[in-house]
């Protein structure tokens, strides 16, 4: 029966030699046993000390102490990459089901999201338009008459007039006021091109008044006018002047409307 000292050094062969046994007899009879028992081992070198232990190989079935270290560890180095490997399958996994699995909720709000854009497909038809256009037109039509109308050009005669035109008005309402001097041709035609717009776009109020009379500058009497100056809720939107430089000496009603639709004073039709 294998010993301890056999499981740590390995099994003793058969007529193996040891310098332990016979530990009682005298040096001389040690040493004829030893050679007694190297001359009956066959190709074999006599050894007075244990047989090296070789390092594991990973076949062998019976092995010692190293060994089986050697075997736990390797048995854990791989239980970790596997751990590892199984972490990062679940990630991956879990990223893929992220993207393409929905909530509850979710699915209840495209679900009812589809079926309200089936019903709007079912209603929006032709008559469908025609009769919210209908509706839609009355409706714009119905705060146009609430809204102040006035078609015309008001000259304004002193400053208070000019200060009352602004600050009296609704502040929904677009206050346009044109700056002239009589001897100036370009303000004659700015006069006439404000009364057709005042005609087509009922709901601006388009006003008129002589340099001399607001205080501004003898220079700006002569080489700014024409001028357009636009309050809207009694503050300055517009401030045009000298547009005889844009405009030329002689222009039309429509270029002077394709200029303040540009720059955002009138809507566009």
């Known amino acids: 029966m294998s010993t301890l000292e056999d499981k740590i050094l390995g099994e003793k062969l058969h007529n193996y030699c040891s310098s332990s046994e016979d530990e009682g007899d005298s040096e001389g009879s040690d040493e004829e046993s030893i050679d007694k028992g190297c001359k009956s081992v066959k190709d074999s070198s ?37 751990r590892v490997q199984l972490e990062r399958e679940r990630i991956a996994l879990a990223k893929k089901l992220t993207l393409s699995v929905k909530t509850e909720s979710e699915e209840t709000k495209d679900k009812k999201d589809a079926e309200l854009e089936e ?46 035109a602004i600050d009296k008005e609704d502040p929904k309402v677009t206050v346009v006021i044109h700056i002239y001097n009589e001897n100036n041709s370009a ?12 005609t087509e776009y009922t709901t601006v109020k388009f006003c008129r008044i002589a340099a001399g009379v607001t205080g501004l500058s003898r220079h700006f009497h002569v ?47």
């Not at 010692?64 to 048995?75: A, M, S």
């Not at 303000?187 to 005042?198: K, P, S």
């Not at 080489?223 to 039309?252: C, H």
Request: hydrophobic share 35%.
């Open 46 to 82: 006599c050894s007075t000390g244990p047989p090296p232990v070789n390092s594991w190989s990973g076949t062998a079935s019976n092995t010692g102490p190293k060994g089986v270290i050697e075997d736990w560890r390797r048995y854990k180095q791989l239980e970790a990459e596997n």
């Open 119 to 164: 019903e709007l497909s079912e209603l929006i038809d032709e008559d469908f338009l025609l009769k919210y256009q209908k509706q839609r037109m009355q409706e714009l039509m119905a705060q146009l008459q609430k809204s102040p109308q006035f078609g015309r050009v008001i000259t304004l005669s002193t400053g208070d007039d000019f200060l009352k």
């Open 187 to 198: 303000c004659g035609a700015m006069d006439g091109c404000l009364n057709v717009l005042a």
């Open 223 to 269: 080489e700014g006018v024409p001028a357009l100056l636009v309050y809207k809720g009694g503050q300055i939107i517009g401030n045009f002047v000298r547009l005889s430089t844009e405009l030329g000496n002689d222009f039309f009603a429509t270029d002077v409307e394709r200029f303040l639709i540009e720059f955002g004073i009138l809507p566009e039709k």
